[in-house]
C-alpha cells in the first residue's frame, strides 16, 4: 500500500517540480497601465534618487550620511565592497554619473528594515571607460529613529545599451 502511494506521491512531485523550474525564466511583460505609487514607494524612490544626485555632485559626506556604519556593495563575481571603498569610488573625479533614471519600484517593509528593489538606468564613466546601462538593485535600509539609511546594496547590470527616454524623475509611467 505504501509503495504505489511514494511512487505516485514522487512523480507528481516530479513533474510539478520540472513545470515550475520550465517557467521560472520566463520574463514577464510590463503592464502598461498607469500605477499609482504607495507611500513606501515614493519614499524610497525619493531617497535612491537623493543618493544618485549626491553621487553625482561627488559629494562624499553627504552619501556617507545616508549609509550604515557597516554598509555593505555585492556585485556577481567580485568581491564585496565595503562602505568606504564604495563612496570613494563613486565621489573621486574617475567616476563620472552624467545621467540616470530609477524605474520599477517596489518596497517591503520589515518594521525598521525595508527592501527595495528597481531597475537604475545611468549613463556613466569610470576612468574614462563607459560604465552605462541598465541595472538590476536590491537595497536593504534600516530606520534609525526618524531616518533611513542604506545598509546593503546589491547590484547586478541587466545591459550595456540605455533604453530610450532615460529621465533622472519617473514619471509615474514607468
Same mark, same amino acid.
Given at each position: 500500500?505504501?509503495?504505489?502511494?511514494?511512487?505516485?506521491?514522487?512523480?507528481?512531485?516530479?513533474?510539478?517540480?520540472?513545470?515550475?523550474?520550465?517557467?521560472?525564466?520566463?520574463?514577464?511583460?510590463?503592464?502598461?497601465?498607469?500605477?499609482?505609487?504607495?507611500?513606501?514607494?515614493?519614499?524610497?524612490?525619493?531617497?535612491?534618487?537623493?543618493?544618485?544626485?549626491?553621487?553625482?555632485?561627488?559629494?562624499?559626506?553627504?552619501?556617507?550620511?545616508?549609509?550604515?556604519?557597516?554598509?555593505?556593495?555585492?556585485?556577481?563575481?567580485?568581491?564585496?565592497?565595503? +562602505?568606504?571603498?564604495? %563612496?570613494?569610488? &563613486?565621489?573621486? !573625479?574617475?567616476?563620472?554619473?552624467? $545621467?540616470?533614471?530609477? /524605474?520599477? =519600484? *517596489?518596497?517591503?517593509?520589515?518594521?525598521?528594515?525595508?527592501?527595495?528593489?528597481?531597475?537604475?538606468?545611468?549613463?556613466?564613466?569610470?576612468?574614462?571607460?563607459?560604465?552605462? +546601462?541598465?541595472?538590476? %538593485?536590491?537595497? &536593504?535600509?534600516? !530606520?534609525?529613529?526618524?531616518?533611513? $539609511?542604506?545598509?546593503? /546594496?546589491? =547590484? *547586478?547590470?541587466?545591459?550595456?545599451?540605455?533604453?530610450?527616454?532615460?529621465?533622472?524623475?519617473?514619471?509615474?509611467?514607468?
Amino acid at each position: 500500500m505504501q509503495g504505489p502511494f511514494v511512487f505516485r506521491l514522487m512523480s507528481v512531485l516530479a513533474v510539478v517540480s520540472l513545470l515550475a523550474t520550465a517557467q521560472e525564466p520566463v520574463k514577464p511583460k510590463l503592464n502598461p497601465r498607469i500605477m499609482t505609487a504607495t507611500r513606501q514607494v515614493t519614499l524610497f524612490t525619493g531617497l535612491e534618487i537623493k543618493m544618485l544626485q549626491t553621487i553625482q555632485k561627488s559629494d562624499k559626506a553627504g552619501l556617507e550620511a545616508m549609509l550604515t556604519e557597516d554598509f555593505a556593495l555585492e556585485m556577481p563575481n567580485v568581491e564585496r565592497m565595503e +562602505g568606504d571603498d564604495w %563612496v570613494d569610488s &563613486v565621489t573621486t !573625479k574617475d567616476f563620472v554619473l552624467k $545621467k540616470f533614471g530609477v /524605474r520599477q =519600484v *517596489s518596497v517591503v517593509e520589515l518594521g525598521d528594515a525595508a527592501v527595495v528593489k528597481f531597475d537604475r538606468l545611468q549613463d556613466a564613466t569610470y576612468k574614462g571607460a563607459t560604465e552605462s +546601462g541598465e541595472f538590476f %538593485v536590491v537595497d &536593504v535600509w534600516k !530606520k534609525t529613529g526618524d531616518t533611513w $539609511k542604506l545598509a546593503n /546594496r546589491f =547590484v *547586478s547590470k541587466v545591459s550595456s545599451v540605455l533604453p530610450p527616454n532615460t529621465d533622472a524623475k519617473p514619471t509615474g509611467k514607468q
